[in-house]
């Protein structure tokens, strides 16, 4: 309440959004690079899949390591 109240509370939120974007880049470069995915052109699917599952391990450490432990 007291964040609202003074005005710190979007300060504060654009500052931990930027963190966690820049955060978001470097975690999925590290991923991609251990991670290669499959053809795109002949397995759609599987590259689609691939891609997703890369964002959701990268959506996790993310929120863990930024957003949960403020």
Same mark, same amino acid.
Do not use: C
């Given at each position: 309440?007291?964040?609202? *109240?003074? =005005?710190?509370?979007?300060?504060?939120?654009? %500052?931990?959004?930027?963190? +966690?974007?820049?955060?978001?880049?470097?975690?999925?470069?590290? *991923?991609? =690079?251990?991670?290669?995915?499959?053809?795109? %052109?002949?397995?759609?699917? +599987?590259?689609?899949?691939?891609?997703?599952?890369?964002?959701?391990?990268? =959506?996790?450490?993310?929120?863990?390591?930024?957003?949960?432990?403020?």
């Amino acid at each position: 309440m007291i964040w609202v *109240l003074t =005005e710190q509370l979007f300060p504060h939120l654009y %500052e931990v959004q930027e963190i +966690a974007e820049k955060r978001v880049e470097v975690i999925m470069e590290g *991923l991609r =690079e251990k991670n290669t995915a499959p053809d795109k %052109e002949t397995d759609a699917m +599987a590259w689609a899949g691939h891609l997703n599952m890369l964002k959701a391990q990268e =959506e996790e450490v993310v929120m863990e390591e930024i957003v949960y432990s403020l």
